[in-house]
């Protein structure tokens, strides 16, 4: 495990640029790719709700559009130290070679902080045999 405290800085920094008007609930993520980058989201709500997109997934989206596909570090920053949604524990397996030794830190403006492992968030996550390795 890494010391995160970049990560923790990142995610509190662009969780300032949350889009939540509907919620207020305001959330930023920073992921680690397996290059050693950083990569940012925020969430942006929209008025339908089930087109909102999760800070975590929009930090993913960020590191894909780099051409990375694997995380290896995560931290949340919510206003009560909350964790990732199921959308966006599936979203981050995907992303990951080996979700027991990914890190997720939840943090607080408040300070407090969960560190979990990416495999206690998610532990029987689904997992689709890639095309050719049948």
Do not use: W
Request: hydrophobic share 40%; glycine share 8%; charged share 15%.
């Amino acid at each position: 495990m890494s010391d995160s405290n970049d990560l923790l800085a990142a995610a509190t920094a662009v969780r300032n640029h949350a889009y939540a008007p509907h919620s207020g609930y305001q959330v930023g993520a920073a992921v680690r790719a397996a290059n050693g980058k950083t990569y940012v989201g925020c969430n942006i709500e929209n008025d339908t709700y089930g087109l909102t997109l999760c800070a975590e997934r929009a930090a993913i989206a960020a590191m894909v559009s780099d051409g990375q596909t694997e995380v290896t570090e995560v931290v949340v920053v919510t206003e009560d130290a909350g964790s990732p949604c199921g959308l966006c524990r599936q979203t981050l397996v995907q992303f990951s070679q080996d979700p027991a030794s990914v890190t997720v830190t939840c943090a607080g403006i408040n300070g407090t902080k969960q560190v979990f492992v990416l495999d206690e968030l998610l532990p029987h996550a689904f997992r689709l045999a890639k095309i050719g390795s049948l």
